[in-house]
């Protein structure tokens, strides 16, 4: 148990479909993240948000949209997606930047299969 | 050039043996580098971070750095088969982590 809890575990999806992943953490963080992670493939990061402001977006693909409502909640939702994109999610969070030595802690991931 | 570098493996050390995991980063700016441990479809788990040059313990965990060179190691000591698992390397830069494609490391019985 990290503090940060992520839901649904494991989603099937049509490409034509339109699902949400859901994160939340319970360790007062600031910062939160969106990872994907593909066999044979390093931790891609994918969107960060701190004080609920996306401060980066890794030229992710359009149907991939993360929404945080706040510090405290993070989305990431799915539309029409492509079977290339089939991975583990990871959701993140952290207090601060982590570039001052900030520890990120992971939820336990979605696994996402896209038929 | 990749901005972390791990060797894949496998890794295959005996019980009670000492495994060592090697890193290499290309920026060298980078000042915070982090040790985790994700096992077969588990999410990461952090086990040692450092920031200094030298060597850094923490149980059967020793964390060494060296900016210079620009790599960063983990030693485990008295390995167990229960240590067997990929681990990653990061190098922390603004809002992010690069990490590492993941050493497997199998402890053998």
């Known amino acids: 148990e990290t503090g940060v809890t992520q839901t649904p575990r494991h989603l099937v999806m049509g490409m034509t479909n339109k699902k949400s992943l859901k994160c939340e953490q319970h360790?007062?963080?600031?910062?939160m993240y969106w990872y994907k992670q593909s066999a044979k493939k390093p931790l891609e990061l994918m969107f960060v948000?701190?004080?609920?402001?996306?401060?980066e977006n890794n030229s992710v693909p359009s149907r991939f949209s993360p929404e945080c409502p706040n510090s405290s909640h993070l989305f990431l939702h799915l539309h029409t997606l492509q079977p290339e994109d089939s991975a583990l999610y990871l959701c993140?969070?952290?207090?601060?930047?982590?570039?001052?030595?900030?520890?990120?802690?992971f939820g336990e991931g979605s696994w996402l299969t896209v038929v | 050039q990749k901005e972390v570098e791990q060797n894949s493996g496998p890794l295959s050390v005996p019980e009670g043996a000492i495994a060592s995991l090697n890193c290499t980063y290309s920026?060298?700016?980078?000042?915070?580098f982090f040790w985790y441990r994700q096992y077969s479809g588990k999410s990461p788990e952090l086990i040692m971070s450092?920031?200094?040059?030298g060597d850094k313990e923490d149980g059967r965990f020793t964390a060494q750095l060296n900016k210079a060179s620009q790599y960063v190691s983990l030693l485990i000591r008295d390995s167990q088969p229960s240590d067997s698992a990929t681990y990653l390397c990061?190098?922390?830069?603004?809002?992010?982590?690069?990490f590492g494609t993941g050493t497997r490391l199998k402890v053998l019985a």
């Open positions: 993140a969070s952290s207090q601060g930047n982590i570039d001052s030595g900030n520890t990120i802690y």
């Open positions: 360790l007062g963080h600031n910062a």
């Open positions: 948000y701190s004080l609920e402001e996306r401060v």
């Open positions: 920026d060298r700016v980078s000042q915070s």
């Open positions: 450092i920031y200094s040059n």
């Open positions: 990061a190098v922390a830069g603004t809002y992010k982590y690069i």
